[in-house]
């Protein structure tokens, strides 16, 4: 299975789908992508953290310095808008949640989303969304 979704949906769709209460069959598909969705999550931490510490400040052995609550200081505050543009482009490019899965899986997950009757709100709702519109695409891809 094969579904792209933009770097900045990954962790609303991995709550999303943590929460979501299902019957037996329909959670073991969630397992399933929600064990691809973490791993593509975690692809993206590694590649947020890379671009955070070509920009930050860093102690005596290179690593970026952090504040007290997390965040991070510019080397050179200068660079401001330059690091804002590359962090948009790391969150809207696509990460490809994949790996292996049963052959019905994508049928399996549209067929989740479709009878899930949840309510849904904001963030919620827009990773519902953005979820189901790759699964689609990914299930069209499929079918060809």
């Known amino acids: 299975m094969r579904i792209m979704l933009a770097n900045q949906y990954l962790q ?10 299902l019957k037996a069959s329909q959670s073991r ?10 791993q593509a999550l975690a692809r993206f931490g590694e590649d947020e ?9 860093r102690d005596d052995n290179g690593a970026p310095l952090l504040d007290s609550d997390g965040t991070f200081r510019l080397a ?3 660079q401001a808008a330059e690091f804002m543009t590359a962090r948009t482009r790391l969150l809207e490019s696509l990460a490809e949640v994949s790996g292996p899965t049963y052959d019905t899986h994508l049928t399996d997950l549209k067929t989740l989303l479709d009878s899930y009757d949840g309510e849904l709100s904001g963030q919620t709702a827009e990773a519902y969304d953005v979820l189901y519109d790759a699964i689609e695409a990914a299930s069209g891809k499929e079918h060809q």
């Open 12 to 21: 609303p769709v991995a709550e999303l789908l943590t929460e979501m209460p």
């Open 29 to 38: 598909a969630r397992s399933k992508l929600l064990t691809l969705v973490t």
């Open 49 to 57: 953290y890379e671009l955070v510490a070509e920009y930050a400040a």
């Open 76 to 78: 050179n505050p200068d």
